[in-house]
C-alpha cells in the first residue's frame, strides 16, 4: 500500500507540472499572439506588404467563420476527450483536461477575433497616416514652411492617430486577456475580481459618455460651420490678391494680415460657442482654472496686448514693408521681418535689432524706401565745408563722388541740398537712390569713399574750420597721394604791432 500511495503521488506531482508548463505555454502564446499581431498589422519597421496583409486576414476570416459554425461539435467532441484523458489523472483532477481543451478552442476563436480587430486597426492607421503624409507633401510642393500652422496641425492630426491607434490596441488587448482568463476554472476568479473592482468606474465612464453624445453633436456641428466659413474666408482673401474682387480703399497688401486676423477671430468664435458644450466645462474646477486664467492674462499681459494691437494698428497704416530701409528711434536699417509683437531691423553694421511694436508705433519712422518702385531706395551722406569753398565746387565733387559709385541709379539724377548755415562751416547733404536693397549698406559706404576721394583729389578738407584752433594749419589734411600738387608749408605769419 505504501509502494501505491507514492506511486499517486508521483503521479499527482507529475499532473501538476504539467498543468503548470500548459499554464505558462497558454500565456506565452497569448502574449506571442499580441506581440505578433501589434508587429505585422501596426509596426512599420516590421509591416508586411498589402497584399499578404489581405491574404492572412481572408484566411483569418474564414477559419473565424468555420470556428464558429463548428463550435457545439467541436465542444462536444474536446469534452469527451478530455474525459478520457482525465481517466489516466488522479480522481480529485479528472474534471480539469475537459474544461482545458474547451477553453483552448474558444482561446483560439478569441485570437482569431484578435487578428481580425488588429487588421481593421492596421488599416485605419495606415489610411490616416497616407493621407497626413500626402497633406504634407502637398504643402511642401506649395512652398509652404514646415514651421507654418498647416504643418503644426498635420502633426497634431498625425499624433492623434497614433495615440487613437495605441489607445484602441491597449484596449483589445485588455479585452483578448480578460476574455481568455474566463475561458479557464482557475483564472474566472481573477476575472471576478477585476470586473468587481473596475466595473463601477467603467460603467460610470461609459454612462456619462452615453450622456455627453448630445454635446458632441452639438460640437460637431459648430465645428462643421466653423469649417465651412474658413473656407469662405480663405476663398474671399484669395480672391483679392489675385485681382479677382478690386475695393478702391483696400489694398491688396491688407489681404493675408486681414484674413489671418479674421480666422484668429473665427478660432475664437468657436472656441467661445462651443465652450458650454465641452467636458467638465460647468464643474466648479473648470470655472475657477477659467477665472485664474482670465486674471493671468488681465493682469500679466499688458505689454502683450499693447505690442499685439499696435503691431495690428501697424499693418493699416502701411509706414513700412518687408525689405523697406528705414530709421526707427534712430536705428537705421533695413526691415528683415514684421510680426504682430516685435519689428526686426538689419543695420549697416549686420546686426539684428528687435523693436517692440509699441515702441515703433510711439516713435517716428522715416521710410528711405517710400518711393522704391519708381525712384529706388533713398540714401544721403552729409558733409561739412567752410565758407571759402565755393558752393558750386561742393556741388560738383559731390555729385562726382556719386558718379564714381556703380549701385546708384542712373535713372533718379543725385541731389545736393544745403542743410543749415553753421559757425564756421555749411552743411551739404548728397541725396541719391540705388535699386538693391540687399546691399544698400555697401552702397553707402562706397559713396562715403568715392565723396572722400573725390574731395581729397581737389585737395579740399571735409573738416569743421573750427579744427584750425587746434593746429598749425601750416598744410593740408589730405592724403599726398590724393594731391601730391599741394603747396609748400610757409609756416605761420605774426605781425606785430611795434607800439
Not at 61 to 81: C, F, G, Y
Not at 91 to 99: C, G, I, L, V
Not at 226 to 247: D, E, N
Not at 347 to 370: D, M, Q, R
Request: hydrophobic residues 45%; glycine residues 6%.
Amino acid at each position: 500500500m505504501q509502494v501505491i500511495d507514492q506511486n499517486l503521488d508521483i503521479a499527482e506531482a507529475s499532473f501538476n507540472a504539467i498543468r503548470f508548463v500548459l499554464r505558462l505555454l497558454i500565456f506565452l502564446g497569448a502574449v506571442a499572439a499580441c506581440r505578433w499581431s501589434l508587429r505585422t498589422f501596426l509596426l512599420s519597421s516590421n509591416r508586411k506588404s498589402a497584399r499578404w496583409l489581405n491574404s492572412f486576414s481572408a484566411g483569418n476570416l474564414v477559419a473565424l467563420i468555420v470556428l464558429r459554425l463548428l463550435r457545439d461539435p467541436a465542444e462536444k467532441v474536446l469534452t469527451a476527450l478530455g474525459e478520457m484523458i482525465g481517466r489516466l489523472r488522479p480522481a480529485s483532477q479528472s474534471d480539469w483536461p475537459p474544461t482545458v481543451l474547451v477553453g483552448l478552442y474558444y482561446a483560439l476563436i478569441a485570437t482569431s477575433v484578435l487578428f481580425a480587430a488588429f487588421y481593421v486597426v492596421g488599416l485605419m492607421y495606415r489610411f490616416g497616416d497616407r493621407r497626413v503624409d500626402a497633406w504634407q507633401s502637398r504643402l511642401r510642393a506649395g512652398g509652404t514652411s514646415e514651421t507654418s500652422p498647416r504643418f503644426h496641425v498635420s502633426r497634431i492630426i498625425q499624433v492623434g492617430i497614433h495615440v487613437l491607434c495605441t489607445i484602441l490596441s491597449v484596449i483589445l488587448i485588455l479585452v483578448y486577456f480578460f476574455q481568455g482568463f474566463r475561458m479557464f476554472p482557475r483564472t474566472r476568479i481573477f476575472v471576478a475580481a477585476l470586473i468587481k473592482f473596475l466595473g463601477p468606474p467603467l460603467r460610470d465612464a461609459s454612462k456619462a459618455f452615453e450622456n455627453y453624445v448630445p454635446n458632441l453633436s452639438y460640437i460637431f456641428v459648430i465645428l462643421v460651420c466653423g469649417w465651412i466659413l474658413l473656407k469662405a474666408l480663405k476663398y474671399f482673401f484669395t480672391s483679392i490678391q489675385r485681382g479677382k474682387i478690386v475695393f478702391t480703399d483696400f489694398p491688396v497688401e491688407w489681404a493675408e494680415p486681414t484674413y489671418k486676423l479674421s480666422r484668429a477671430g473665427l478660432f475664437l468664435l468657436v472656441l467661445v460657442v462651443s465652450f458650454p458644450y465641452l467636458p467638465g466645462a460647468n464643474t466648479p474646477l473648470f470655472r475657477g482654472f477659467s477665472l485664474f486664467f482670465g486674471a493671468l492674462l488681465t493682469f500679466g499681459s499688458s505689454g502683450f496686448i499693447g505690442n499685439l494691437l499696435a503691431g495690428i494698428l501697424l499693418t493699416y497704416q502701411q509706414a513700412f514693408r518687408l525689405g523697406d530701409v528705414v530709421r526707427i528711434e534712430g536705428t537705421y536699417g533695413r526691415i528683415t521681418k514684421q510680426t504682430l509683437l516685435t519689428t526686426r531691423l538689419l543695420t549697416v553694421g549686420n546686426e539684428h535689432v528687435v523693436i517692440p511694436n509699441s515702441k515703433v508705433l510711439a516713435a517716428s519712422v522715416t521710410n528711405y524706401s517710400a518711393h522704391s518702385k519708381s525712384g529706388g531706395f533713398a540714401l544721403g551722406i552729409t558733409a561739412t565745408i567752410g565758407y571759402e569753398i565755393d558752393s558750386r565746387v561742393v556741388r560738383k565733387l559731390l555729385l562726382d563722388g556719386a558718379a564714381r559709385t556703380e549701385q546708384i541709379a542712373t535713372d533718379s539724377a543725385p541731389r545736393v541740398l544745403v542743410n543749415s548755415f553753421g559757425n564756421y562751416s555749411v552743411e551739404y547733404e548728397l541725396r541719391t537712390w540705388t535699386k538693391n536693397a540687399e546691399e544698400i549698406f555697401d552702397t553707402c559706404t562706397a559713396l562715403r569713399l568715392n565723396v572722400l576721394d573725390a574731395f581729397a583729389d581737389a585737395g579740399i578738407e571735409i573738416m569743421t574750420p573750427a579744427i584750425l584752433s587746434l593746429r598749425d594749419a601750416s598744410e593740408l589734411a589730405v592724403p599726398i597721394e590724393r594731391f601730391p600738387s599741394r603747396p609748400k608749408p610757409e609756416g605761420i605769419r605774426i605781425s606785430v604791432d611795434p607800439t
